[in-house]
């Protein structure tokens, strides 16, 4: 996920692969079947609502209204794994540019990955100031705050988490482990 911060704007470009828009649209998607783009284009259309939905901005107590600009589909299909649209997105605002904004997702919590096993959608985040060349990397977990520094306003700003959390890494391995376990327990 690329994010650039706009003295009016945020945009955001997020690439979605082919599974988690099958899981997310109710599309069947066999593993080495042959991929068609034009029978992919509806629903990566209808997907559009999905990620709106599903990814939240906001600056402060304010959340944000955002809107997909584009989809591109893949310059090539491969695997479900490897195929993925991008997406871009603008959140407006009218107010100064703020010195951070929050981000949310709870992507694809609705459906398991895996029978037992819920969807643990991660995404690295790039950040950089539309007027500037310095990117920062951040980590976007599910269902967690994260408060991305825009480089605009107060250079003393406040601390970018709040209390320590479970790294995904870490949630990820105790819920395999926990399926691991359920699958061999007698």
């Known amino acids: 996920m690329w994010v650039q911060f706009e003295p009016s704007c945020i945009r955001?470009?997020?690439?979605?692969?082919?599974?988690?828009?099958?899981a997310a649209q109710g599309m069947k998607v066999k593993?080495?079947?042959?991929?068609?783009?034009?029978?992919?284009?509806?629903a990566a259309e209808a997907h559009r609502a999905y990620l709106l939905q599903?990814?939240?901005?906001?600056?402060?107590?304010l959340a944000l209204s955002g809107s997909v600009l584009t989809v591109s589909p893949p310059a090539k299909t491969v695997d479900p794994e490897r195929t993925f649209y991008q997406y871009e997105l603008e959140y407006p605002f009218s107010a100064p540019p703020p010195y951070e904004v929050r981000?949310?997702?709870d992507m694809l919590k609705e459906w398991p990955y895996a029978p037992g096993i819920p969807w643990e959608v991660g995404y690295i985040v790039r950040?950089?100031?539309s007027d500037s060349d310095t990117v920062s990397s951040?980590?976007?977990?599910?269902?967690k705050n994260t408060d991305l520094l825009t480089g605009w306003g107060n250079v003393e700003g406040p601390?970018?988490?709040?209390?320590?959390?479970?790294s995904p890494e870490d949630s990820f391995l105790k819920k395999l482990w926990q399926a691991f376990l359920r699958f061999f327990q007698p």
């Open 54 to 61: 599903h990814l939240n901005v906001s600056i402060g107590t």
């Open 138 to 143: 951040w980590l976007l977990s599910s269902q």
């Open 127 to 129: 950040t950089k100031r």
């Open 31 to 42: 593993e080495g079947a042959p991929l068609d783009a034009a029978e992919l284009l509806p």
């Open 159 to 166: 601390p970018l988490q709040k209390g320590a959390e479970q």
């Open 12 to 22: 955001v470009a997020l690439d979605v692969s082919l599974q988690e828009l099958a």
């Open 103 to 105: 981000f949310y997702h």
